[in-house]
């Protein structure tokens, strides 16, 4: 039978996200570096937080538990892993 992994989508909602330039708490506590400062302004006039690399992301839920906006939410999914 096949055994599901874990597999991850991470969304930040850039009208909640306060700035990186403020804040970027996400950043620093997300270890495999998913996460970066948007290279565009947001209708806030700050570069929020966005998702660089979706694929690193390990599940740990510490940028959903800690932002300080409830931006960041991590969606959970599974997927059949035959290999
Ligand atoms: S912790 Fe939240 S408010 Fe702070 S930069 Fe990240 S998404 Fe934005
Ligand atoms: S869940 Fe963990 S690994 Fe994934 S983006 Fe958030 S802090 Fe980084």
Not at 15 to 40: F, H, Y
Not at 55 to 74: F, I, K, Q
Request: charged residues 25%.
């Amino acid at each position: 039978m096949a055994r599901p992994r874990r597999r991850t989508r991470v969304h930040i909602d850039p009208r909640l996200c306060k700035g990186t330039e403020g804040c970027g708490i996400c950043i620093s506590l997300c270890r495999p570096q998913v996460l970066a400062p948007a290279a565009e302004l947001s209708p806030r006039g700050v570069h929020t937080a966005t998702v660089a690399a979706a694929e690193a992301c390990t599940g740990c839920d510490l940028c959903m538990l800690y932002c300080p906006e409830l931006a960041v939410a991590v969606e959970h999914l599974e997927e059949a892993d035959n290999g």
